[in-house]
Each structure stands twice: as C-alpha cells, then as structure tokens.
Nanobody
Framework: QVHLVESGGGLVQPGGSLRLSCAASARIFSIYNMAWYRQAPGEQRELVAAISAEGRTNYADSVKGRFTISRDNAKSTVYLQMNSLKPEDTAVYYC????????WGRGTQVTVSS
C-alpha cells in the first residue's frame, strides 16, 4: 500500500505563492501517474493538476498559467508550485494517483486571504 503525506500549505495573501509537496512511500513511485486535487468547504473534491510517469502534465482551466506540477522520482515526491494565488484557491489540497484510487491522506490546508 502506498502512503502519501502532503505538506506546504498555509495562509497567504492574494497574489502570493506556495509550494506544496507530497511524499510517497512507494519505492516504485516513478511508474505512477500522480495528481493534486483540492476540496473547498461545501464543494466536491476536484482535480487540479496531473503528471504522468513520463512527465506529461495537464491542468484544470482555473489554474492554468498559475500552477505547475512536477515530480522528483529519486525522492518519490510530487510538487505543486502555486503562483498568483486567489481567494478561490482556498481549499484542502490532496495528492493521489491519477485516477485517484488510494486512501486519501489528511491533505494540506491552503488559505488565500488578505
């Protein structure tokens, strides 16, 4: 079973930046397609960005041009660089496989507010 631990969230002002990290326990991390998801209060969880095992990326329209997903297979870690943050980006952010099929972790809270 692969375990995922998200970190890097926090409180940031609109226009600010954060970098999220997701560390995976799997020694064979490099073969998995990975993704970041988020869930705002009262909303369903949604896909934010995904990265294939080969490094191909895709993004939700709402974050294109502002967020960048990347991975470091040597560290079994996937990242989400978030720039130009908006209040509507406020949510708990989770990582998982793509498509998601692992037990969800605790996530990391991102709050964008002045």
């Amino acid at each position: 079973q692969v375990h995922l631990v998200e970190s890097g969230g926090g409180l940031v002002q609109p226009g600010g930046s954060l970098r999220l990290s997701c560390a995976a326990s799997a020694r064979i991390f490099s073969i998995y397609n990975m993704a970041w998801y988020r869930q705002a209060p009262g909303e369903q969880r949604e896909l934010v960005a995904a990265i294939s095992a080969e490094g191909r990326t895709n993004y939700a329209d709402s974050v294109k041009g502002r967020f960048t997903i990347s991975r470091d297979n040597a560290k079994s870690t996937v990242y989400l660089q978030m720039n130009s943050l908006k209040p509507e980006d406020t949510a708990v952010y989770y990582c998982n496989l793509f498509p998601a099929r692992l037990t969800w972790g605790r996530g990391t809270q991102v709050t964008v507010s002045s």
